[in-house]
C-alpha cells in the first residue's frame, strides 16, 4: 500500500526513524530540492500517509506518519492458544486479545483466529504481520521448526500459510526474542542477555546493541535444553536432565507435588516459600542454584554480564531469584563476577505478540 515513488518511500522511513519532521528538516536530512520536497510532501499527505501535528498550522508544522495507515498485527503462538496485538506506526498498541485453541489441525486454527482478529481493521491499512511462534524458529525459512511442547509441531511452513492467506509482508520472530524485542526498546543500549521462564518453558535471547542473536543463528539460546544433570530425568526434547527439568516452572511444581500430594500453582508455591515455608524454599532455592550454574557457563562464553530473568517464579527478590543470583556470582570467573548486573521483573503475558508487531513494523519499514 505504501508510497509510490522512492523520494516517498525515503521520507516516510527518515520520519519513522526520528520521529515528526518539518518540511524543512526532511529536505536537510535527505538532500532535496525544495519543489521535490513540496510535491512529495503534499502527495503524501494527500493519501494521508502523512499528516500533520498541528492540523492548524500551517508554517513549520511537523508531520507525521498516519497512524491509521500503518498498522503491524503480532501473534504469539503459545501452547494453549494465542495472544494478538495491534499497534500503529508510533508503535502504539491499538488492541489485543488472547484466544484458546485446541491442539489438533493447530495451523488452520492459527490462520482462522487471526482473520478474526483482523477483522475490524481496514484491510489495506495492515501493512505487515508478525509472527513469534512456540518452540525452535527458522527466520530465513519462515517455518515453525520444532515444538518439545505441542504434538506434532514439526517443520510448519508458517510463512506460506500466512502469505498464501493474508498477502501481507510476514516476518517470523523467536517467541523469547520477541518478549525481549518489546523489553529491550526500555533497556539499555548494550549487550544483554535475558533469560524468560515461562510456564511452558526456558528461553534466552542475546541482545547486542543493534540486533539479537538468533537471529541468523536461529538454534541458539536453547537454554531450557542443555543439560544440567547428566542422565537425569526424562526431558520433552527426549534428552535427558534438561534445564528446564530441574529449574522450569513445571519441575518445580512436580517436585513439590511429589513431595506433598498437592497440585500448587506458582503462584501458590512462591506465596508458600515467602511465608517460610522450608520444602517449598528448599525446591526453589535448589532450581535457581541449578539455574544460575548454568547462566555462569552462558556468561563465561558470552562474556555478556547484563543479564535480565522474566517471569512470574523470579521476579522480586525471592528464594528463586536469590539462588539464582548466588550460584551464578559464585562460579563466573574473576574480574567477570565483579562486572555482573543481574535484575529480574514479571513479564505481560501479550509481551511476544506486542514484541512480534513491533518488529515487523520495523523489518518493513527497514526494507521499504
Ligand atoms: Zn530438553
Redesign the pocket.
Known amino acids: 500500500m505504501v508510497a509510490s515513488n522512492k523520494y516517498a518511500r525515503s521520507v516516510i522511513k527518515l520520519i519513522f526513524k526520528r520521529g515528526p519532521l518539518t518540511r524543512s528538516e526532511i529536505m536537510h536530512a535527505l538532500k532535496m530540492r525544495q519543489n521535490a520536497i513540496v510535491d512529495v510532501c503534499n502527495d503524501l499527505e494527500a493519501q494521508t500517509l502523512i499528516v500533520r501535528e498541528e492540523p492548524d498550522r500551517r508554517r513549520n508544522c511537523k508531520l507525521k506518519l498516519s497512524p491509521q495507515c500503518f498498522i503491524f498485527i503480532g501473534l504469539e503462538h503459545h501452547l494453549t492458544g494465542a495472544n494478538f496485538v495491534a499497534v500503529d506506526a508510533l508503535g502504539e498498541k491499538l488492541a489485543s486479545q488472547s484466544v484458546e485453541l485446541p491442539q489438533d489441525q493447530r495451523l488452520d486454527q492459527l490462520l482462522a483466529a487471526t482473520e478474526k482478529f483482523i477483522l475490524p481493521f481496514k484491510r489495506d491499512s495492515i501493512c505487515a504481520l508478525g509472527v513469534s511462534d512456540i518452540g525452535l524458529v527458522d527466520p530465513p525459512h519462515e517455518t515453525g521448526v520444532f515444538s518439545?511442547h505441542l504434538p506434532g509441531w514439526r517443520d510448519i511452513p508458517l510463512g506460506k500459510a500466512f502469505r498464501e492467506r493474508f498477502h501481507y509482508d510476514f516476518f517470523l520472530i523467536d517467541r523469547v526474542d520477541a518478549d525481549c524485542f518489546a523489553a529491550h526498546s526500555r533497556n539499555s543500549k548494550s549487550p544483554h542477555i535475558y533469560i524468560n521462564i515461562m510456564p511452558d518453558g526456558i528461553g534466552m535471547s542475546l541482545r547486542d546493541p543493534y540486533n539479537f542473536w538468533q537471529r541468523h543463528m536461529p538454534m541458539a539460546g536453547e537454554l531450557?535444553?542443555l543439560v544440567a544433570v547428566p542422565n537425569g530425568e526424562l526431558?520433552?526434547?527426549g534428552?535427558r536432565g534438561?534445564l528446564?527439568?530441574v529449574a522450569g516452572v513445571g519441575a518445580v511444581l512436580e517436585r513439590l507435588f511429589q513431595l506433598t500430594g498437592k497440585r500448587l500453582t506458582e503462584s501458590e508455591a512462591l506465596a508458600l516459600a515467602a511465608s517460610g515455608d522450608r520444602l517449598c524454599e528448599t525446591v526453589l532455592r535448589e532450581a535457581g542454584e541449578q539455574m544460575g550454574s548454568i547462566l555462569a557457563k552462558v556468561v563465561g562464553i558470552l562474556g555478556v554480564g547484563n543479564i535480565t530473568m522474566r517471569g512470574t517464579i523470579c521476579a522480586g527478590d525471592g528464594v528463586y531469584f536469590a539462588a539464582v543470583r548466588a550460584a551464578l556470582f559464585k562460579e563466573v570467573i574473576y574480574p567477570m563476577n565483579r562486572m555482573l548486573a543481574i535484575d529480574s521483573e514479571s513479564r505481560s503475558t501479550e509481551n511476544s505478540a506486542l514484541g512480534a508487531a513491533l518488529f515487523a513494523r520495523n523489518e518493513y519499514i527497514d526494507r521499504l
Open positions: 518439545a531450557g535444553h526431558c520433552r526434547c534428552n534438561c528446564e527439568t
